[in-house]
Structure formats: structure tokens, C-alpha cells
């Protein structure tokens, strides 16, 4: 028993940690950014002000995790952020491919309590910076509302990750909110002149048939009348979570301290929409609905942005400029709201689309004024412009990672963020992020401490494409169709198609490639030809052109829509290999810097199968070199190796025996689905490419490593003893599915 006495004060216990990176802010860039560091040997602390990890995309908030992917929705092919961020979204669809975000909240939790180097502090917030002169932060101070402990940590590195960027405000980090004008970054989609409008906050809610009539009755601050929103005729039942996204409000307020405010209008007016869904008698079949959700704070979209050395502009975006920095990449569409948000008689969003993925730099991800201060999250260095695509999830976690590596270089090479932008430390820290698995579009991985360069590669056979046979559905040709293949320079082949039309008409036949070096948009017409259908089913037309393909890269053997007509598809699926269909068209007004072109959209699986082709003479992208050319993901190729059959092997043999301590291999794992993390379920729990058995062999014929049951794009390997070989055999046993067994890179380390 404690007894204790009156007492003029008391003061709170307090408790010192000291680190090699302190990160405010749990959200999935700060998880990430934690993790990657925390692997490479830096002692991290991790303050978090919510009880559950991942922010926008935890289940307090409910948002699914996006990037560059968008869905599936624009023409970024295999788009996927790689590393951790990647790492969390397979686990996630392996036992969560129904969306569970509680399930998720696991998961990122374990992730981040399973690193020895990681400290997590939840429900603590931060309070206070103390700075070790004018440009440098000593510690900083936050308190844990649950077990009434001030914690003070101390660090010669930071990082704020926490959405309104408190670290950076408080020590004095140059920022900026609201949008700049035109003349600034000369961005032709920004304003004629700045203003303080933001992006508002969400809040979501689910809703369930509870298999029995419901009664709803309004709390008594419930929006009354729902003609107040503008678009309320838009609300439907089956809308919920994520899709209710445009329940937005607050961008004409201060978006950090007018939270609360904006939150209980948020609720005001969730809380009244589904009023309206139950009790309007606009909607049939709602009397067993009930509210199972609502979200208790809201999804935040913009605040404050801090400045580096480098502002990502609108002309970055769109034009996807390259930078000797680069360490990063988007692919979300430039997404900016009305600031009225729900209010607005305007549609929701006005999302423009980049023609591909563009990069990210380093300057952007460290303060210009406070030297140890790395920023991670939505509040890098972006204009209002560039933010609207850098904000996303997915985006601000990849760009986080490369700021854990960046810790480690400092720390190693006793630097300051800026330093490492400067020759050769940047470069040091992309082939060390390329090594993890990071995708930098422009660069390639040739890492000098691979043992596999220095040997004879050969493999028991590598996959041809030069038939998919016809035993798939047939599709309709209510829009124009596609083939994407891999093309080496030379003489395009001819392909050719299964089309059954109901009544004689005719097809355009067309072969297209992309303008850009390694873009999918199928902008440069080379050939077409018209053919000529008679009614019946089962006929053979050829795309034959006699064009020269320049240069390696990726063509689209186009058929043109005919509602008359439909296409044969085939069964087979394979790495990088794809059928998309012409979705519709991006015409923005003029003057906006944006470009007008065409979305060229697979499906999702079950659906989205690839066409029934013949191609003549066969097409060899899968060669067994290919596992060395530093490309982990297709691009301009598959970049993959692939056999035709199950128990495929690859060998690797070095004229004297090698010395190996560690041994990674890469899978494919479909870098082109998206792996929404909440609500939207999905229909398998790891892509049919993916390798589910392997194993390793040495000289002697010993099984060294593998795995029964793999569900991942990267596994590697440590020995306890290091093997003595001079021969390793890959063989890829099983995939997930029935795509022929791919295998990407392979890495082979003395340690």
C-alpha cells in the first residue's frame, strides 16, 4: 500500500532515452522510415501520439494504403512501392486479404515490436524541442497521457513524421501551408496568386446488415437538413469507409489547430447522412442497416509543409524529371479538393495524371534551416502542387525508407542530412537503398560485393512467348484491347488474335509503343492496317507490320473496339506480360501543364487475362542474365528470369569455391497490384507468379536454404556457418498460381 500525504506539487515521473534517430509520428511513413533504419543497425526511437501505429491507414481513420498504383486507374505499370512499405502490404494480403484493418493494426505493430533497435513509445506526444544552438535539435519532450510519464529523448539525429510536422514547428524548421502562386514554381496549375485554402480532413464510417430491422435515432447535433451538402442525391447505402472520402471539411480553416473543430463537424455531418440513409424513405431496403463504425478522429490531408533544399514541383510531377538525388518516386495523380470540401458544388477532387512514375529527390526529405532534421511523411519539401501527389500513404512511406538509410550514412560517416546529398555520399546511399530493394526509376543495382557477377549463370531452360493458347473467356470488344510484350530491337513479329463476330464488320488492327523511354502509355502509332470480319466465331487475324523496332522496350498489339466483335483470351498468366483495355481519355483545360492522353487499364484478377496470341518468330525476354541487370521489377522488359515449368533451375558456378554467408533472392510478387490494405478485399492472398516452393543446392547436391510455403517478393538467407561452394542451384519448385516460375534478382554475399 502507498500512502501519501498533501503536497504543495508534485511533478510527473520522467524517463531519458538516448538514440541514434528520434522519429515523432507512428503514421506508415514514420513505421517505415523506423524499420528501414532500425535494419541497418540504427538505434531508433519511435513516438507515437495515437494508441495503434500506421495513422491515416490505421483503424482509428480506416484509409487504404496507395501510391503510385492509383488503383490500377492510370498507366503506371508495376508501379508498386518496393522494401518495407511493400513488405507490410504483402503480409497484410497474405492474412488479411479481406481488409480487416484490426488485422492490420497487428501487423504493423508487429513489425515495428520486432525490431531489437526500435523503441516504441505509444500515446505519446510531443511537446516540447530543446536545440543545441541556433540550427541543431538536442531532444525533444513528449508526454504519455496513459501512464502519466514525461519521456525526454535525446539523439543527434531526428526526424519529424508526424503529419503536422510539431518537431519541425517547434525547433523552428522553415514551413509553409496554403498554396503557392504561379509565378513562384511557374506551375501552370497553381493560382494566379497564393492563398491559405487547403485540402480538409475525413471521416469515415461502416455500416452491416444486422439481419433484423434497426432502429436509428440522430444524436441531437446530426446535420438535419442534408440539402446543406450540395451532393447529397450521391449518398447511397452501399457507400462506406474509403468511398465516402468527399465527407470532407475544413480547408478554409487552420487544419492543425482548428482540428477539434473540424472534426465534430465532421461528425455533424456523417452522423446526418446516415440519418438521411435510414430515416429519409429515399433508400429501400435499409431497415436492417446498422451503424457498426465511425471513425473517432478524422483522416488528414494537409498543414504545414517544411522547406529542403529542393521544392518538388507541378513540372516534376508531370514531366517526371530525373535529379542526381534521386531516391524515391510517385505516381498518384496531382489530387487537390475545393476547399469548401463537402459544401462545395463541386466534384470531390480534381486529379490530373502524370504520364508514368516520377522521382523523388533527397533534398526533399531534409529541413534547409535545422541541419539534423530529416522530414518523412506528407510534409517534405513540396509545393501545394506537388503535394497533391506526394501526400498519399504509400508515397510518403518509400520516401521515409530512404531517409532511414540516410540516418545510417550520417551516423557511419559522422554527416548531416545535407551532407549526404553531395558526391559520393548520394551515391553511396541509392546503391545502398537499390540493395534493399528499393526501385529508383533510372538506376540500376550493380553492387561489387554480389559474389554472382563473377560467375557462369546458366539455367535448365528459359521461357519463349510464342503461343497463349485459347482457353480462356472471350471478351467483348466494347473498347479498343491490347497485348503488352516485350520487344527487342529489329523486326517487329507478327501476332495474331481469335476473334468471333456476331455479323460480318471490321477490325483495325495496330501496333503501338510508348514516346517515353520505359513509359505504358501507347502514344506512338508505328503501323495499323484494317481486316475484314465475316459473321462466325474462331477466326484468325494477324497483326503483322513490317516496322523496325528501334530500341528495346515494352509494344501494344492493338485490336480496335467493335461492338459486334469479341476477343479470345487465354488462361496464362505471366511476369510482365499484361492485356489492357482503352479506358477513356484525360482532357484537362487548357494552359494547366498537363498532358491529354489516353488510360490504357488492365483488370484486376480474376479478370484481366491476357489475349489468346501466336507470335512469330517467338519473343526471348527471360533470359537467365537477366537476374544480374539490377532491375528487380518489369520496366522497359520483364527483367525477370522465367522457365516454362514447374522444378526449373538456375545455376550459378565460379571457377574456385566461394566463401557465402548470405544468399537473397527476388520473386515476383506482381508489382502492378495495388494491395489495398482496408476494405477492399481481394481475391488471393499472394499473385500467382509469386514462387511458393524453393530451395538452394550446393555443389554436392545438399539443400543449403529454401522454403515450403513462401508468400514474399524478397527472402534472404544468413548461414550460421558459412558454406564453401563453388556451384549453387536455384530451383524454383511451385508458384501460387499456374504462371510459369519467375525469379528476379539474385544476390550472393561473402556476409
Not at 510527473?12 to 517505415?32: E, M, P, S, Y
Not at 515495428?112 to 538536442?138: F, H, S, Y
Not at 447535433?221 to 471539411?249: M, N, S, V
Not at 504520364?355 to 518523412?376: E, T
Request: glycine share 8%.
Amino acid at each position: 500500500m502507498i500512502l501519501q500525504g498533501p503536497a504543495a506539487q508534485r511533478h510527473l515521473r520522467n524517463q531519458t532515452f538516448l538514440c541514434d534517430l528520434a522519429i515523432a509520428g507512428g503514421g506508415l511513413a514514420g513505421v517505415c522510415c523506423a524499420i528501414t533504419a532500425a535494419r541497418q543497425g540504427v538505434k531508433v526511437v519511435l513516438a507515437q501520439d495515437r494508441p495503434v501505429l500506421g495513422g491515416n491507414g490505421s483503424s482509428e481513420v480506416r484509409l487504404w494504403v496507395l501510391g503510385a498504383t492509383s488503383h490500377m486507374g492510370n498507366n503506371n505499370r508495376w508501379a508498386r512501392e518496393a522494401g518495407v512499405v511493400n513488405e507490410i502490404l504483402e503480409e497484410n494480403l497474405w492474412r488479411n486479404r479481406e481488409g480487416n484493418p484490426i488485422i492490420f493494426d497487428t501487423i504493423l505493430l508487429e513489425k515495428v515490436v520486432c525490431e531489437p533497435n526500435i523503441t516504441l513509445l505509444l500515446n505519446t506526444a510531443v511537446m516540447e524541442v530543446e536545440k543545441n544552438g541556433e540550427d541543431r535539435i538536442g531532444s525533444f519532450s513528449a508526454f504519455c497521457s496513459q501512464n502519466q510519464t514525461m519521456y525526454r529523448v535525446q539523439a543527434p539525429l531526428f526526424c519529424d513524421a508526424s503529419g503536422d510536422g510539431i518537431l519541425g514547428f517547434l525547433a523552428g524548421a522553415a514551413f509553409r501551408m496554403g498554396a503557392e502562386s504561379k509565378e513562384e514554381f511557374g506551375e501552370l496549375f497553381a493560382p494566379d496568386q497564393a492563398f491559405g485554402e487547403l485540402l480538409g480532413h475525413s471521416i469515415y464510417f461502416y455500416s452491416k446488415d444486422a439481419g433484423r430491422p434497426v432502429r436509428y435515432v440522430a444524436p441531437s447535433f446530426a446535420l438535419k437538413d442534408i440539402t446543406q451538402i450540395p451532393r447529397y442525391r450521391d449518398f447511397a447505402p452501399h457507400l462506406g469507409g474509403c468511398r465516402l472520402w468527399w465527407i470532407e471539411y475544413g480547408g478554409r480553416l487552420d487544419t492543425v489547430h482548428d482540428t477539434e473543430q473540424i472534426k465534430w463537424e465532421l461528425w455533424k455531418v456523417a452522423y446526418g447522412v446516415w440519418d438521411y440513409i435510414k430515416n429519409s424513405g429515399s433508400f429501400a431496403d435499409v431497415d436492417n442497416l446498422t451503424l457498426e463504425w465511425m471513425g473517432t478522429i478524422p483522416g488528414k490531408r494537409e498543414s504545414r509543409r517544411f522547406e529542403g533544399d529542393y521544392m518538388l514541383s507541378q513540372q516534376d510531377v508531370i514531366e517526371q524529371r530525373r535529379h542526381e538525388d534521386d531516391v524515391s518516386f510517385g505516381g498518384w495523380s496531382v489530387d487537390l479538393h475545393p476547399a469548401d470540401g463537402i459544401y462545395s458544388p463541386l466534384h470531390g477532387c480534381t486529379q490530373w495524371h502524370a504520364r508514368g512514375i516520377f522521382p523523388i529527390p533527397y533534398r526533399c526529405l531534409y529541413s534547409r534551416n535545422i541541419a539534423n532534421l530529416f522530414l518523412a511523411g506528407r510534409i517534405i519539401s513540396a509545393s501545394h502542387v506537388a503535394f497533391g501527389s506526394t501526400r498519399v500513404m504509400a508515397t510518403c512511406a518509400y520516401s521515409a525508407q530512404a531517409v532511414g538509410v540516410a540516418a545510417k550514412l550520417c551516423q557511419r560517416e559522422k554527416l548531416l542530412p545535407a551532407q549526404v546529398a553531395m558526391p559520393p555520399h548520394i551515391g553511396q546511399l541509392q546503391l545502398e537503398l537499390m540493395r534493399i530493394g528499393q526501385h529508383i526509376p533510372g538506376l540500376k543495382l550493380h553492387d561489387p560485393l554480389n559474389l554472382a557477377h563473377s560467375a557462369k549463370i546458366s539455367a535448365s531452360s528459359e521461357l519463349e512467348i510464342s503461343q497463349l493458347p485459347d482457353d480462356g473467356p472471350t471478351l467483348s470488344l466494347d473498347a479498343a484491347r491490347a497485348q503488352m510484350l516485350p520487344l527487342a530491337s529489329g523486326p517487329a513479329p507478327a501476332v495474331s488474335f481469335i476473334v468471333d463476330a456476331a455479323e460480318a464488320c471490321q477490325v483495325r488492327l495496330e501496333l503501338r509503343v510508348s514516346e517515353r523511354l520505359g513509359g505504358f502509355t501507347p502514344d506512338r502509332l508505328l503501323a495499323s492496317k484494317t481486316v475484314n470480319l465475316s459473321a462466325g466465331q474462331g477466326q484468325s487475324v494477324i497483326a503483322d507490320f513490317a516496322v523496325q523496332i528501334d530500341q528495346p522496350g515494352y509494344a501494344w498489339y492493338c485490336i480496335s473496339a467493335n461492338a459486334q466483335a469479341r476477343v479470345h483470351c487465354t488462361q496464362r498468366r505471366m511476369t510482365g506480360v499484361l492485356q489492357v483495355r482503352r479506358s477513356s481519355t484525360q482532357r484537362p483545360s487548357e494552359n494547366i501543364g498537363v498532358e491529354t492522353y489516353d488510360f490504357w487499364l488492365p483488370q484486376r484478377r480474376p479478370d484481366g487475362h491476357n489475349l489468346a496470341i501466336t507470335v512469330s518468330p517467338p519473343l526471348k525476354p527471360f533470359a537467365a542474365a537477366n537476374v544480374l541487370n539490377g532491375l528487380e521489377r518489369p520496366t522497359d522488359a520483364p527483367n525477370a528470369w522465367a522457365a516454362p515449368a514447374d522444378n526449373a533451375t538456375l545455376t550459378l558456378q565460379w571457377e574456385q569455391p566461394q566463401t557465402i554467408g548470405r544468399i537473397k533472392l527476388v520473386f515476383d510478387n506482381d508489382w502492378d497490384h495495388p494491395m489495398e490494405s482496408v476494405l477492399m478485399g481481394h481475391p488471393e492472398d499472394a499473385a500467382p507468379f509469386c514462387v511458393k516452393r524453393f530451395c538452394v543446392r550446393d555443389a554436392g547436391g545438399a539443400v543449403v536454404t529454401g522454403c515450403e510455403d513462401n508468400h514474399q517478393t524478397r527472402r534472404e538467407f544468413t548461414f550460421t556457418e558459412p558454406l564453401r561452394t563453388d556451384q549453387l542451384d536455384i530451383q524454383l519448385l511451385q508458384t501460387r498460381g499456374d504462371a510459369p516460375a519467375a525469379l528476379f534478382a539474385v544476390g550472393v554475399f561473402e556476409k
